[in-house]
């Protein structure tokens, strides 16, 4: 379990590393790629984060 825990945070911040935009936010969304439930939520959070960055670009949000 603490591999996966040590692997999951360097991928993480292997991600985060590569943002050089203090306007862009990175979302990180640890799932199990078989359990199509938790796939659907991530694909609804970051439709729904898609969907404000615009409405917020914009200003309806």
């Known amino acids: 379990a603490q591999e996966y825990s040590e692997a999951a945070a360097y991928i993480q911040a292997q991600f985060e590393a590569k943002n050089k935009s203090t306007t862009k936010e990175i979302y990180c969304h640890m799932t199990c790629a ?13 439709t729904d984060v898609i969907i404000a960055n615009n ?7």
């Open 34 to 46: 078989t359990d199509t439930n938790n796939i659907q939520f991530v694909f609804d959070a970051v």
């Open 55 to 61: 409405l917020r670009g914009c200003g309806l949000y």
